[in-house]
């Protein structure tokens, strides 16, 4: 026999407040460079040496003394006599003579002496072989296309910092301070799983009373872009208790396990009835629309989400709790997607005392954001959802945002550009 939980109510602040506090930190792992980009950095990066390491040329040309062609013109043309080459990953060179240059390639150390590069296209080579000098038009500056040893980072100088999102060019940082494998946080691994007698799969034919499921695979997608692992996505029906005996053993598979649907006031609601026979989940109810009715517990310090049924809401909890959730787990500094403020192009009405996440589309109008609802809120449609580039965020304390009013955005993506 099922044992019906009664429901906490709590507001959307006191919510992410306690989800936060039990999602803590997974161990690190060392992963190779190839695989670090979008993990989270879980120790700081320090320059073992400056980079660049040693004073090298930024362009093809000759390398001097910017002050043995001081009286170089236009209408008196220097020339200096060349007294070699020096190519790119040569060891130390000779220190180059007073009234000298020599060729040099980018990237090429600059020998003792020199102090500009005068570029191929400024020269006019003059006399092959031993005689072989050049003919400067114009005198050089003192650091003319040098790249000084340490004018990116110094040797002891933090160049990444802990809980970073790693992108391609922060690979590139890794890679010239020799960070081969970085430490990152380890991809959470979840378990999902859709209830409902009345869903189908995607490929399946429709008969009367049924839907197909459209959140599972939003699930797992959102779980992917978040940084998550999904071991194991199933469709359960509205026996509560399987559902209680598969949360059960997904809570000994995985770090986060995720329900949909089942979660509500219907009679038959298979999560609800279940979560009884489970210590440490609490079934909520968050003054917050859409997303009201849920579950949350950590039990044996594994996450447990239970969500609405609607896609609405599943999408609006995943952005307010979930994600920030699972991004802390993996040791991100940065929770949330990001956010803006934008102006409300009409009025929205919401009540005092819940915290309304609003589908917008934004458009760049007079040097502002404006937001206009993505079609109906109705909780049950994909559209508004599929369309919205951000979650407009109306405060608890507001009971309508007045056509021209601000309010935060959690940016889900960019509008295309017109």
């Known amino acids: 026999m099922s044992t019906v939980v009664a429901a906490e109510s709590l507001g959307y602040a006191s919510a992410r407040e306690r ?15 190839a695989q670090a980009r979008g993990r989270a950095l879980r120790h700081p990066v320090v320059a073992p040496h400056d980079l660049p390491p040693f004073r090298n040329a930024s362009m093809d040309g000759v390398a001097l003394r910017a002050s043995d062609t001081a009286r170089a013109s236009a209408a008196s043309p220097l020339t200096l006599a060349v007294a070699g080459e020096i190519a790119a990953g040569s060891e130390v060179p000779a220190a180059l003579a007073p009234g000298t240059c020599v060729w040099i390639m980018t990237g090429a ?23 072989e000098g050049v003919r400067l038009a114009a005198a050089a500056r003192h650091g003319q296309n040098v790249r000084e040893a340490g004018a990116d980072a110094r040797a002891g100088e933090r160049v990444l910092e802990v809980g970073r999102e790693l992108s391609p060019h922060d690979l590139a940082v890794l890679a010239a301070v020799g960070v081969a494998r970085p430490s990152v946080g380890r991809a959470p691994r979840v378990v999902a799983l859709s209830t409902g007698d009345e869903l189908l799969d995607v490929e399946a034919p429709l008969r009367p009373g049924a839907i197909r499921d459209s959140n599972l695979p939003m699930l797992i997608s959102l779980l992917d872009e978040s940084g998550a692992r999904t071991v194991a996505a199933d469709r359960l029906g509205d026996d509560p208790v399987a559902v209680a005996a598969r949360i059960e053993r997904a809570l000994g598979e995985a770090d986060v396990v995720i329900t949909l649907g089942g979660v509500s006031a219907g009679r038959h609601d298979p999560v609800k009835l279940g979560i009884g026979r489970l210590p440490g989940i609490a079934l909520w109810r968050v003054a917050m629309k859409p997303g009201r009715p849920q579950a949350f517990g950590a039990p044996g310090g594994r996450l447990f ?11 609006c909890v995943f952005e307010a709790l ?45 040097g502002a954001w404006w937001a206009s609802e993505a079609g109906s809120q109705v909780s049950g449609h994909v559209l508004p959802q599929s369309r919205a580039h951000a979650l407009l965020v109306v405060p608890e304390a507001s009971e309508r945002l007045a056509a021209g009013e601000e309010a935060e955005a959690l940016l889900l993506r960019w509008p295309d550009p017109a």
């Open 305 to 315: 989400f239970g969500l609405p049924g609607n896609p609405a809401s599943v999408a």
């Open 19 to 33: 989800v936060l506090a039990a999602a803590l930190p997974l161990p690190a792992e060392e992963v190779p460079l």
């Open 109 to 131: 150390m600059l020998p003792a002496g020199a102090d500009a590069v005068v570029p191929i296209e400024e020269l006019e080579s003059t006399g092959p072989g031993e005689s």
């Open 322 to 366: 979930v994600r920030p959730a699972l991004r802390k787990l993996q040791g991100f500094a940065t929770l949330d997607r990001p956010r803006l403020t934008a102006k409300a192009a009409r009025a929205i009405e919401s009540r005092t005392g819940r915290t309304d996440f609003v589908r917008v589309i934004l458009e760049a109008r007079g």
